[in-house]
C-alpha cells in the first residue's frame, strides 16, 4: 500500500484506535487503491473530544491571550506551509481536483487563512468597556471561546473548508476535533504533522475518522459546544436539527445552484471566459458555482453557442496534468449520480449541447464530460437541483427584473455572479439577488469577508472578523458606578 496510516491524531499523539476498522482510498484519476487508515469508533471520538475539553481549561491553552495565541497559528501556518506542495498533490489524488487549482486552494490559501486570523487576533481586543445605557455603572463586553468545536468537512475542498473552522475556532481560544470526509482524509495527516511540528499544545486540534455516523456522533457528543459543519443539504438539516435539540450553536454551510445572470451589455468573450471558473472550478464539485446561466432571450442562441463552445474546449484528462482543467469526479458514486442526473435532465426535454457523458479518451476514472443543457426552464429539474458536477443550464430570460426573479426562484442562495459592461449595473443587480455572496464580472471568496449562504444554502457565515465571532460567547459584566 502506498499510503497506510494505522493511527489517529488525539491529544497532541498518534493512538491505537479503539478497534480494527478500516477506510481505503482509491483513486479517482486509475480506480486504484492507494491508501488506508483506520476508522474511528465512538471510542475514540469520546477520547478526542475529552482531549479537546482538557486542553480548552489547561493552562497552556487558556491562559495564553491573543498574541500569544497569534504566535502559535504563525508557527502552525509555517509548518503547514513546508507541506503545502505536498498537501496539493494528496487532495488531487484523493478528489481529482486538478493540481494547478489545488496547488492555491489546497496548498497556499489554509496558510495564508491561518496568517490573516493571526495578524486579525493579534490586533483585537477580547474586553469593552461600555456605559451602560440603563444605570449610572459600566459594563464589560467579554468575548469567550464558545469551547470545544465539531468540525466536519466535505470532500470537494478538504483543507481549505477544514482550515476554515481550525483557523478562526483556535485563534479565538476554543479546541477542535476534526471529521475529514472518508474520501479525503489523508491530507488530515499532513495537518496534524504540522500541529505538531508547530508545538500546538497537546489536544487542542485532534482529528477522527469516519462517514456520517462517526460525524452523528461527534455533533452530538455531550462534550461538545459548537459544530461548524460544510457538506450537503440533506446532512446540514440532520444536524441543524440535532443542534436545535441540544441548544448547540451551529455553522451550516450547504449546497447552492447559484446563478449567472448575463446582462444585455455582457460582451460574449469575457463573459463566457469568466464562466469557466465560475461555472465549473473543481469539475463542477465546487458549492458555489453559477450553474444556471440566465441568458436574455433576444441573445439566448449567441449565449447558448458561447458557453457550449467553452465548456467543449476545456481540457479534460489527468488531474496531475498542469493543463488540466476538468479532473475525474470524487469517486464512482458521484460519477454515477451526475450522469444519471444527465439522462434524467434530457428524459425531461432539455437539449444536450455538448458533452453528456464519459470522454472517449479517457476509459478509466470517474470522468464526465462538461456538459450543457439549452432550451430548458429554470423550473426544469436539472435547473433547480444541485448537480455538483460539471453540468451547466442555459436558460432564457425576457428582461432584467425577469433575470433577478429567475435568480431569486430557487431553494438555494449561495453564490452567483453577473456579468454587464456597466459596473455599477452590476453592483445594483447584486443588491437585488437574494445569496449570501455575489460577484460582478468575477468571483472568487475573501479571506477577509464573510461567507455563507441564505435559504437551503445555510446558517451562519465563516471567513472574515464575522468568522471569528462564531466561534466566541459573549458575556456581560455590569458594575456599579
Ligand atoms: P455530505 O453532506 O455527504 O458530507 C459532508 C461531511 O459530513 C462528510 O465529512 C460526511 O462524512 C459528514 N456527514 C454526512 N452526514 C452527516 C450527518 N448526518 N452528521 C454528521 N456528519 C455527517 O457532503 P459531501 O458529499 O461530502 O459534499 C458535497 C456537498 O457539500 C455539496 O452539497 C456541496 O454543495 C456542499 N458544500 C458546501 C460548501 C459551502 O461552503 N456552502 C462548500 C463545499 C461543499
Known sequence: MEIEHSTLFIDGEWAKPATGGAIQVFSPTTEQLFGIFPESSTADVDSAVAAAGRALRSSEWANLDGSDRAAILDRFADAVERRSEERASLVSRQNGMPITLARFAEGDAPVQLLRY?????????????RQSLSSAGTTIVRKEPVGVVAAIAPWNYPAILSMFKIAPALAAGCTVVLKPSPETTLDSYLLAEAA?????????????????????????????????????????????????????????????????????????????????????????????????????????????????????????????????????????????????????????????????????????????????????????????????GPVLTVIPYSDEADAIALANDSEYGLGGTVWTADRDRGIDVARKVETGSFGVNTYGLDWGSPFGGVKASGVGRELGPEGLASYYSLKSIFLPE
Open 117 to 129: 486570523y493571526s495578524d486579525l487576533i493579534r490586533s483585537s481586543s477580547v474586553e469593552e468597556v
Open 196 to 388: 505538531v511540528e508547530a508545538g500546538l499544545p497537546a489536544g487542542v486540534l485532534n482529528i477522527v475518522t469516519g462517514g456520517p455516523d462517526v460525524g452523528q456522533y461527534l455533533v452530538a457528543h455531550p462534550g461538545v459546544s459548537k459544530v461548524a459543519f460544510t457538506g450537503s443539504t440533506p446532512a446540514g438539516r440532520h444536524i441543524g436539527r440535532v443542534c436545535g435539540e441540544l441548544l448547540r450553536p451551529v455553522t451550516l454551510e450547504l449546497g447552492g445552484k447559484s446563478a449567472a445572470l448575463i446582462l444585455d451589455d455582457a460582451d460574449i468573450e469575457t463573459t463566457v471566459a469568466g464562466l469557466a471558473t465560475a461555472s465549473l472550478l473543481n469539475s463542477g464539485q465546487t458549492c458555489y458555482m453559477s450553474t444556471r446561466i440566465l441568458a436574455p432571450a433576444n441573445r439566448y442562441s449567441e449565449f447558448l453557442d458561447a458557453v457550449t463552445a467553452m465548456a467543449a474546449s476545456l481540457p479534460i484528462g489527468d488531474p496531475a496534468d498542469a493543463g488540466t482543467f476538468v479532473g475525474p469526479l470524487v469517486s464512482e458514486r458521484q460519477y454515477k449520480r451526475v450522469l444519471s442526473m444527465i439522462d434524467a435532465g434530457s428524459a425531461e426535454g432539455a437539449t444536450v449541447t455538448t458533452g453528456g457523458k464519459r470522454p472517449a479518451h479517457l476509459d478509466r476514472g470517474w470522468f464526465v464530460e462538461p456538459t450543457v443543457f439549452g432550451n430548458l426552464s429554470n423550473d426544469a429539474n436539472i435547473a433547480k437541483d444541485e448537480v455538483f
